[in-house]
């Protein structure tokens, strides 16, 4: 069946600017994860979704880090007024309820100038 | 909190060789843990993941880990290197209940020369 896909593959956007980065998760699959992988932090977790329960955005490193999910499905990460240190591989990974096993997405590639 | 480590960025073999690849892990309450393989430009593919039933967890392309409590350890073998073995290979750990984020290591390169 269909992996995790995400949209785009590749962004380059100017500093300053807003961009939206789409997932979609395996169908089926109840949790949705959206990880960073840059050169200087690794890779870290950004947000949890599970279910229709509110998200843990624990990870979030700032306020202009933002994600939805609708229908418990697409989720979209928004990052507003990008900044050059968000440049970085943003990962998406889905998970049936309950089960360790995360499937992930090939990722974005964001590129801020 | 949880943590991992991976002892070694870069660990160069020849192709036939033993691949030793290390992790150490430091959790609270008793893990899960992963290795993950990334190949360039592509995203993270799961390898073989310790879910508190067998100590020896056997993956895909021949490798396997061993979970040493004593040791906190995780480490990835494979008895013998292929030139396509060559990516990056990350150990994680998440939690067995509850909010499963992963928390990975910092990766090891593996170099494959022939």
């Known amino acids: 069946g269909a992996g995790v896909s995400q949209s785009p593959s590749n962004k380059v956007t100017e500093k300053g600017k807003d961009v939206e980065l789409r997932c979609d998760p395996i169908?089926?699959?109840?949790?949705l994860y959206w990880y960073r992988q840059s050169l200087g932090q690794g890779l870290e977790f950004l947000i949890y979704f599970q279910g229709n329960s509110a998200p843990d955005k624990s990870g979030l490193p700032s306020d202009r880090f933002s994600a939805e999910r609708t229908g418990g499905s697409v989720s979209t990460l928004t990052i507003q007024r990008t900044q050059q240190e968000d440049s970085a591989v943003y990962l998406c990974?889905?998970?049936?309820?309950?089960?360790?096993?995360?499937?992930f997405g090939p990722g974005t590639r964001l590129t801020v100038t | 909190a949880q943590s991992v480590t991976q002892l070694g960025s870069h660990v160069s073999v020849s192709e036939g060789a033993l691949v030793l690849l290390r992790c150490n892990y430091s959790s609270s309450v008793p893990p899960y843990l992963f290795w993950y393989v990334q190949y360039p430009n592509q995203g993270l593919q799961l390898l073989l993941k310790y879910t508190s039933a067998a100590t020896l967890v056997k993956g895909i392309n021949g490798f396997e880990a061993e979970f040493k409590k004593s040791e906190t350890s995780f480490h990835l073998t494979k008895p013998s290197a292929h030139m396509s073995d060559a990516a990056e290979y990350f150990c994680?750990?998440?939690?067995?209940?509850?909010?499963?984020?992963?928390?990975f290591g910092t990766g090891t390169r593996l170099l494959v020369s022939p």
């Open positions: 169908s089926g699959h109840t949790a």
């Open positions: 990974a889905s998970s049936l309820a309950g089960s360790p096993e995360q499937y």
């Open positions: 994680a750990v998440s939690a067995l209940a509850g909010f499963q984020k992963l928390v």
